[in-house]
């Protein structure tokens, strides 16, 4: 058995797209699934599982949120060593406040116009005087938000429709407090 972490897309926020933790664990372990553990509202689930295909496993968690609670929500599904790699690769170890540092998790590569988007965004909140730096490594975009992730310019021009945090985007965000709690319910020292 592996253990994975199920990161759902969009649930729980401002009152929409609602899903009971306890209805995703049922959910979870109605697909076969084991030690299955979710932390806080916003659709974080660490699972055991024999299957390998994170794209597979993703799918078929999107399939069954959706039949069974009307939410559709995208998936991305990451084994723990990728996670626990992802923890490694932070471009921003040194800051003491693991909350105004954010993960974006996309389920490929970035395409270079997604970088150019990116870049693009950095440099018009620089403008305007923000403090906020964003750095891709690998699958994830990583943002810096020294002043708070609710004022941060650089976030809110992340959102936009083409953008990895857009409504459109396929990333799914969580900070870096989140991720070590998630690599400690997977039994990983972070």
Known sequence: MVTHVA???????????????AD??????????????????????VFSTAETDTVALGTAIEK??????????????????DLAQI????????????????????????AAEMKASVAEAQ??????????TAQYVGQALFLHTPDGFGRSELATLLTRAGRPMSVRGAGTARNIATVRKLLDLCGVSA
């Open 7 to 21: 990161l759902l897309r969009g649930i729980n926020l401002g009152g929409h797209n609602k899903v009971a933790m």
């Open 24 to 45: 995703l664990r049922e959910i979870m372990t109605s697909l076969g699934h084991t030690d299955v553990a979710t932390y806080i509202q916003s659709g974080n689930v």
């Open 64 to 81: 069954a949120v959706e039949e069974r609670t009307g939410v559709r929500s995208r998936v991305l599904v990451l084994s723990r060593a």
């Open 87 to 110: 923890a490694r690769d932070n471009p921003y170890p040194d800051e003491p406040n693991l909350r105004a540092v954010h993960v974006v998790f996309l389920p490929a590569a970035p």
């Open 123 to 132: 440099d018009q909140a620089a403008q305007k005087g923000s403090r906020d």
